[in-house]
C-alpha cells in the first residue's frame, strides 16, 4: 500500500526557493517511481518531474528544466522537489505520484509523464509565488 504524504508548500517571492518532500508511509517505496505534477487554478494537472526507482534516471518538463530538481532517498520512504529561481507561474498545488512504470529505462524510451500512468497520489501541497 501506497500512502503519499507532501510537505514544505508555502509563500514565496519571485527568485526564491522551496523544498518539496513527500514521505510514504508504506514498505514498498523503494520499488516505484516517483514522480511530481502540479495544478494551477482552472489548468490541468501538469507534469513537472520524475524518477526511477534507484534514483538512477531522471527527467522534467521543459519548463523547469534547469531550475527544479527531483531527489529521492529510499531509507527515508521519501522523494523531494528542489525549486530554485521560482517565478509567478510555478504557483500551484504541487503533487507526488507512484508509478510502476520506468524500471529498466532503455534508450529512446519516454518516461512516465502523464497522470494516467501514476495510480498513486499525495493530497499536494500548495505553492505561491509572489511577483
Known amino acids: 500500500q501506497v500512502q503519499l504524504v507532501e510537505s514544505g508548500g508555502g509563500l514565496v517571492q519571485a527568485g526564491g526557493s522551496l523544498r518539496l518532500s513527500c514521505a510514504d508511509s508504506?514498505?514498498?517505496?523503494?520499488?516505484?517511481?516517483m514522480g511530481w505534477f502540479r495544478q494551477a487554478p482552472g489548468k490541468e494537472r501538469e507534469f513537472v518531474a520524475t524518477i526511477t526507482w534507484n534514483g538512477g534516471s531522471t527527467y522534467y518538463a521543459d519548463s523547469v528544466k534547469g531550475r527544479f530538481t527531483i531527489s529521492r532517498d529510499n531509507a527515508k520512504n521519501t522523494v523531494y522537489l528542489q525549486m530554485n529561481s521560482l517565478k509567478p507561474e510555478d504557483t500551484a498545488v504541487y503533487f507526488c505520484?507512484?508509478?510502476?512504470?520506468?524500471?529498466?529505462?532503455?534508450?529512446?524510451?519516454?518516461?512516465?509523464?502523464?497522470?494516467?500512468?501514476?495510480?498513486?497520489w499525495g493530497q499536494g501541497t500548495q505553492v505561491t509565488v509572489s511577483s
Open positions: 508504506g514498505r514498498t517505496f523503494s520499488t516505484y517511481t
Open positions: 505520484a507512484a508509478s510502476v512504470l520506468w524500471r529498466h529505462p532503455v534508450a529512446g524510451q519516454i518516461p512516465p509523464s502523464a497522470a494516467y500512468e501514476y495510480p498513486y
